[in-house]
């Protein structure tokens, strides 16, 4: 199996009825994944110790996962290593693993992946984008900003957002406008 690049690969992860956007980490081989406690995500594997990572070049859904749950229309059913597992169903690849917690650290749940199966869904290229790159920054720094309004994550999630309306086409301008909705409905605050 290799879909998944050494290094963190963020991902879109699918647990029971769930999805998140999570990085997997891939090390010497080794899969895992570092989930905090509070999330669904966490949850899930806890109880049934299973996790799709679901590869998406889409930067709405990096936004619509990492604040609201998704309707049962996007996710379907696949069967790996003998369990039922969920992916989501517009993934241009995805790989199953057995999730195992292999620590809790008291803020969050170490897990360790073992890859079951793997598949690829679309050969689509994507060429490199920062727009999209920094969609995805902007989004991370903001599901923090919005447990702790810090000054320096609000200068972050602006300037990623100026690279967005500088790079991006009109998925990721897409994606920013969404972003900005939650952030201002959230905690009031404006990109600059
Ligand atoms: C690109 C990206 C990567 C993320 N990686 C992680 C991660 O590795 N672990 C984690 O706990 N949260 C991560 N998050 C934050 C979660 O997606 C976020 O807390 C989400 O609300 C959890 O949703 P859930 O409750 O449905 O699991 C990431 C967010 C983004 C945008």
Redesign the pocket.
């Known amino acids: 199996m290799g879909l998944l690049r050494e290094g ?1 690969n ?2 879109i ?1 699918t ?1 029971r009825d ?8 891939l090390r010497d081989n080794s899969y895992a ?4 406690h ?7 594997i806890s109880r049934h110790g299973w996790v799709v990572a679901n590869i998406v070049h889409d930067p709405v859904m ?2 619509r ?3 609201s ?1 998704l309707e049962p229309g996007y996710f379907c059913e696949e069967a790996a290593g003998g369990l039922a597992v969920q992916r989501l169903l517009n993934a241009e690849g995805w790989v199953a693993f057995q999730a195992d917690i292999a620590r809790d650290t008291g803020e ?1 749940l170490v897990v360790a992946l073992t890859p079951l199966r793997e598949e690829v869904c679309s050969c689509t290229v994507n060429p490199v984008n920062r727009g999209f790159s920094s969609v ?2 902007a ?2 720094h ?3 900003y919005i447990r702790r309004e810090d000054s320096q994550l609000a200068r972050l999630i602006s300037h990623h957002a100026s690279i967005v309306r500088r790079c991006g086409g009109p998925q990721e301008r897409e994606a920013l406008a969404l972003l900005e909705e939650i952030l201002l409905r959230e905690c009031g605050f404006r990109t600059a």
């Not at 769930?18 to 980490?25: D, L, Q, S, T, Y």
């Not at 994944?33 to 905090?36: D, L, P, S, W």
């Not at 509070?38 to 899930?44: D, K, L, P, V, Y």
């Open positions: 963190i963020e991902i992860a647990t769930n999805a998140a956007p999570m990085g997997v980490i994944m570092v989930a905090f509070g999330s669904h995500t966490a949850e899930n990096y936004v996962t990492a604040f749950d969050s995805i920054e989004t991370i903001a599901t923090r």
